[in-house]
């Protein structure tokens, strides 16, 4: 049954491995990436089964033996988000600032001006569909990056020049300069021997679009500037605005899109969404527990939390991912709900020689006595890099799921398995380590 939601059992959506490349899941039958899977899926499906304080559906991953108790949700949920900020993307691209490495927000995605054809619109609304389900579930968050300006969009806060220079710096300082050229001495004589330009614009792809008819034909000059500006400054900021309005679509499928979103600031609504970027350990700390005969005054626990404190903030997100298939911590107390990290202790005459074990579905970790800590840093950096999937359930659905597809040439030993069903049905997640490495397992 659902969780105070649309009541009866979950949808299910069956997509191919969650780790391999979309070129080996075209070579094993599952065409496109897993975005384009996801919304075949869901195509069609009725949203009031969506509409759930747990999931909204159930996860398959062909092809790996994972049997979907949260944690494959969860991870899916991830893996669409970095897809949907690769190069590759269809949807979105790094903003002109990241691409330039100018200004502020360099790491930050907007939506590609181009993806406004049918097949792009569903994508916007099934990104909404998603950003619906983070905002109605307590477990579930984006791990995306977008401009500020788009939350602003979403959430029908206007925009200005300053928006503007948060994603394009050196468009925005470019139209400020040409509004006040006359402070720097220059008149209606002198202009056309400075300027060329015509009343077309370059979006964030670098395509060029009119501003007026005929604009391509139509010069700048210092009288019509201010015409200019303004015209220019609304193009540039009306970019992706039919992918927004789709997306806003899709949040509506599954909540109160416009009594919601009118209460919200842009940077509250993705808070909700997506939580905080960075790790917090603090935080992160007062949600751990530990097992029997584990405390945070032993040395090699102590060499866990300095590992985590000495890890980048990238590190530390890959290192919530292994542990919880997420890679952002929830923002509220009331989000953590009864969520709490558990450290446990693997015990083995050889601890230097094992990597540790991460139970995804429970948020829970099986950590070696390690000796130093730069041996424990060595480990816990391997697993989280090396991880490959969640793939060594021991459930019926998960060999069920593992036979639908065996994706033989993504499996290997540098690759890594997890465990999302409850402790006794499964194995781990394992991080596989070199030949002459010992991997962690079930004790």
């Known amino acids: 049954g659902s969780e105070g939601g649309g009541g009866g059992a979950a949808l299910a959506v069956e997509v191919g491995g969650g780790e391999g490349s979309p070129a080996a899941r075209r070579e094993s039958g599952h065409s496109g990436t897993l975005f384009s899977q996801m919304l075949t899926g869901l195509r069609g499906a009725d949203m009031a089964k969506m509409r759930r304080r747990d999931r909204g559906f159930r996860v398959k991953f062909v092809g790996e033996a994972g049997d979907d108790y949260g944690g494959l949700y969860r991870e899916a949920f991830t893996n669409l988000c970095a897809e949907l900020q690769a190069d590759s993307s269809e949807l979105l691209q790094r903003c002109p600032n990241g691409q330039h490495s100018l200004g502020s927000n360099r790491s930050s995605f907007l939506a590609r001006p181009s993806a406004s054809s049918p097949r792009a619109l569903d994508g916007w609304r099934m990104l909404g569909l998603l950003l619906g389900c983070a905002l109605l579930q307590r477990d579930t968050v984006l791990d995306l990056e977008l401009c500020e300006h788009v939350w602003k969009l979403l959430v029908g806060s206007p925009l200005d020049e300053a928006d503007l220079a948060g994603f394009d710096e050196a468009a925005a300082n470019s139209l400020r300069s040409l509004r006040h050229i006359d402070r720097e001495g220059v008149d209606a004589a002198l202009f056309g021997d400075l300027f060329f330009n015509c009343f077309e614009v370059e979006l964030s792809d670098g395509s060029l679009v009119e501003l007026c008819d005929g604009g391509a034909a139509l010069p700048v000059t210092f009288h019509n500037r201010h015409a200019y500006c303004g015209l220019a400054l609304a193009a540039r900021l009306a970019e992706g605005r039919a992918g927004y309005a789709a997306m806003r679509s899709g949040v509506a499928s599954i909540v109160p899109c416009g009594r919601l979103l009118a209460l919200l600031t842009g940077k509250e609504l993705e808070r909700l969404a997506c939580g905080v970027a960075d790790i917090d350990l603090a935080a992160l700390r007062r949600h751990t527990r530990y097992g029997v005969g584990v405390s945070p005054s032993q040395s090699h626990v102590k060499h866990f939390w300095s590992a985590l404190e000495a890890f980048s903030p990238e590190q530390r997100r890959a290192f919530l991912k292994f542990i919880w298939g997420r890679n952002r911590l929830p923002l509220t107390e009331t989000e953590w709900g ?34 130093s800590l730069h041996i424990a840093k060595a480990k816990l950096s391997y697993a989280i890099t090396h991880c490959a999937g969640i793939d060594a359930d021991n459930t019926s659905e998960a060999r069920a799921n593992a036979l639908a597809d065996a994706f033989a040439h993504l499996e290997g030993d540098g690759g890594a398995a997890s465990s999302d069903a409850p402790r006794g049905a499964a194995s781990s997640r394992l991080a596989r380590a070199s030949s002459s490495e010992t991997d962690a397992s079930n004790v």
């Not at 558990?342 to 429970?362: G, K, S, W």
């Open 338 to 371: 009864d969520a709490t990290m558990r450290i446990h202790a693997l015990e083995t005459l050889t601890p230097d020689q094992h990597l540790p074990v991460a139970h995804t579905c429970f948020f829970s970790i099986e950590w070696p006595k390690y000796t």
